[in-house]
């Protein structure tokens, strides 16, 4: 039986349980744009401070002298030898990339800018490489316009060089896929010559770290993956992280990235 | 899709953590939420209703786990059927999707009568026209306003929400003092105050499960998740459970000061007696207003989740032309209504029980829908088969069971024949759908 303590402790519970609810409401509605607005600010401090670092890494690791000496050496030759057209061409993307290295501030954009990016620096690569080098590209039209970070696949394709082919002799083979495989964006990168234990490892080092760090700062921990297979020489890099239209700079400000 | 359909289904925006829970609480503060709690309170007593709030809550509780998986698996649906739609076989997704259309045409037949309850006492001279023009403002809101109109009806069936269960308990509490209504319910229904029922308990997880049910098939609530943006749906579910659990509470303790000192001829006369304790005028206002805008809110939410399925998922998948989608949306929306406007006008409202009817389809959709849901292959007739399994054989247990555990024979046996469907099939199944 109820007594009279417990029943007017029940009817106060009864009263003051809808206050706390509209009250809770009313914060809700005056403040969740503000509570929203500051964790975007704090994702963006955070993307940018990522973006800083990898900024950093990118110029330490493959803007170095060795690169860009082989790279004018190779120039050098196309003018001795006389072929304008091939050393214009070469001068232009190797001013393209530079310019991109130094100037991207962005912290997201579309996969199709970043793969522009990728085909001046395999551009540059296959003036140095020539026929030893073959690439393969597997891209669905339709995953272009996906979200995603700066220097993401760039990561990938210069670890190759770096850990692979300026290494190791023989024929360098490059496979560049993305593909959109239900809600999420699926972006590898397989290449051959990586053989000793130390090329292995240093392929899926700090560079990989740094990009799950990233995409994690832009969706669910549980929906980002990186994965990489070892097949005799033969590396494969797997990213898989969610299918997101990148909206126009203006949208940008209120709505970070959208899905339809 | 066509744009007009386009915003007459999902609106022109996402709704973020405020939006979502004002639309849901809105959509699920409904008739059957006012004009069942005088039920529970009599039949369950003070601990019965206390358990039929948290029953409604944990209920929401429960759908937040599930819909935030849904809702990053399908990022581009706009209602349950096209979850349905993915996850079931052709056939067997038109099976379902007309099982869950006859549910809504139900959930809509409750709002309804509860709707012609409350005009029998507001408007005793004309009730039929009462009722009338109401059904023609829900025809008009849900029908053909689209979510955007409701989105700005809910905003005010919320005001008037929180307006009645904190105004109107305060003041009769403030009024006449706890201990003199305590003194009325004890020598009048001592009963009330009655706990440790075993059948209270009973009746409690019966309701969890029903709620559920309820909730989890109910196309409104699916569309309000789908347009709610993915990071805020757990937490608009969870605190939408919070804050409906205190509208029964505050109906309860309004009830009880209603009843106070007093009897009472019937249980559905209940809403009578509570309009006539309220002795100012502006109380009593103030509480017609917010049965009609909840019962409005609620009832319109469920037309345009019930046409919205329709339009959708039956009429779009059938290459028709524009023409004939308006045809058709003309149909759904008129057919049901008036159909439903002659049902409640020639059945009394009195001989409907609104509590726990059809409790045991409901119970056997809940393993079904979670099953559909939450594996990852395409699946056939079997939920549309356990369902109808578990749904018998619960109505064939209430020849020797009571109620309740029908209820939860019903669950119980649609659980454990999808858990014997799965292990059977979990070979086949191992290939990720493709």
Not at chain 1, 66 to 86: P, V, W, Y
Not at chain 2, 217 to 241: C, N
Not at chain 2, 329 to 345: D, T
């Amino acid at each position: 039986m109820l007594t009279i303590e417990a029943f007017t402790i029940f009817i106060a519970l009864c009263i003051l349980a809808p206050i706390l609810g509209a009250l809770a409401l009313l914060f809700l509605l005056a403040y969740e744009n503000r509570i929203d607005l500051l964790e975007k600010q704090k994702k963006e401090m955070a993307l940018e401070r990522d973006l800083q670092e990898a900024l950093y890494i990118q110029l330490n690791q493959e803007i170095q002298p060795h690169f860009f000496f082989n790279t004018l050496n190779s120039m050098l030759s196309l003018a001795r030898l006389g072929r304008k057209d091939e050393l214009i061409s070469g001068l232009e993307n190797f001013s393209k990339l530079l310019k991109h290295k130094y100037i991207t501030t962005d912290r997201t954009l579309t996969l199709r800018k970043e793969l522009e990016y990728v085909e001046y620096y395999l551009a540059i690569q296959r003036i140095r490489f020539r026929e030893r080098l073959e690439i393969v590209w597997q891209t669905e039209p339709q995953v272009l316009s996906a979200l995603t970070i700066p220097y993401l696949v760039q990561t990938l394709i210069e670890n190759a060089f770096k850990h692979a082919f300026e290494k190791n002799i023989g024929r360098a083979h490059l496979i560049i896929s993305a593909n959109r495989k239900g809600t999420q964006v699926q972006i590898t990168v397989t290449n051959n010559l990586v053989v000793s234990p130390k090329d292995k490892e240093d392929t899926i080092g700090i560079g990989l770290s740094n990009l799950e760090n990233r995409l994690s700062l832009l969706f669910s921990k549980d929906e980002v993956s990186i994965e990489s297979q070892i097949n005799g020489e033969w590396i494969t890099v797997s990213i898989s992280y969610p299918f997101q239209y990148w909206e126009e700079r203006e949208g940008y400000k209120d709505e970070h990235f959208s899905s339809r | 899709m066509n744009d007009k359909w386009m915003l007459y289904m999902r609106g022109p925006v996402s709704f973020g953590l405020g939006l979502a829970i004002i639309t849901l609480l809105a959509r699920w503060v409904t008739g059957n939420t006012i004009l069942s709690s005088p039920q529970t309170l009599i039949q369950y007593g003070i601990a019965g209703s206390i358990g039929y709030a948290i029953a409604g809550g944990l209920a929401f509780f429960f759908l937040g786990l599930v819909a935030k998986r849904v809702r990053r698996s399908f990022p581009e649906a706009i209602t349950i059927g096209d979850v349905l739609k993915e996850k079931l076989l052709p056939t067997y997704h038109h099976t379902f999707i007309l099982l869950l259309l006859f549910m809504g045409a139900y959930a809509l037949m409750v709002q309804f009568y509860a709707a012609g309850t409350l005009f029998y006492y507001v408007l005793p001279q004309f009730p039929l026209i009462g009722f009338g023009g109401f059904l023609l403002l829900v025809i008009y809101l849900g029908g053909y306003g689209g979510l955007k109109k409701l989105t700005t009806l809910s905003f005010y069936s919320v005001v008037m929400i929180f307006l009645t269960t904190i105004l109107l308990p305060i003041y009769s509490y403030l009024q006449n003092g706890i201990s003199p209504i305590y003194e009325g319910v004890k020598l009048y229904h001592p009963y009330l105050f009655f706990i440790g029922s075993h059948e209270t308990v009973w009746f409690v997880s019966a309701a969890v499960i029903v709620f559920t049910g309820q909730i989890l098939t109910d196309s409104a609530t699916w569309m309000r998740i789908f347009v709610t943006k993915p990071e805020k749906i757990g937490l608009a579910l969870q605190s939408t459970g919070l804050i409906w659990a205190t509208v029964p509470m505050a109906l309860l303790a309004l009830l009880l000061f209603a009843i106070s000192g007093k009897s009472f001829d019937q249980v559905y006369l209940l809403i009578q007696t509570m309009l006539q304790a309220l002795d100012a005028s502006f109380l009593m206002i103030i509480f017609v207003v917010f049965c009609l805008i909840a019962m409005l809110t609620a009832s319109s939410s469920e037309l345009h989740g019930w046409t919205s399925l329709l339009i959708r998922n039956v009429w779009l998948e059938n290459s028709l032309t524009d023409k004939q989608i308006t045809r058709y949306h003309h149909l759904s929306v008129w057919i049901p209504v008036l159909v439903l406007f002659v049902i409640v006008a020639i059945v009394l409202p009195s001989s409907f029980s609104l509590l726990f009817f059809f409790g045991n389809l409901y119970a056997s959709l809940i393993p079904a829908v979670m099953y559909i849901l939450i594996t990852d292959h395409r699946t056939g007739p079997a939920p549309t088969i356990i369902v109808a399994i578990g749904s018998v054989i619960g109505i064939v247990s209430q020849i020797s069971l009571h109620s309740f555990f029908s209820i939860w024979a019903s669950f119980l046996t649609a659980f454990l024949l999808f858990i014997a469907f799965y292990l059977f099939n979990l070979q086949k199944y191992k290939k990720p759908m493709e």
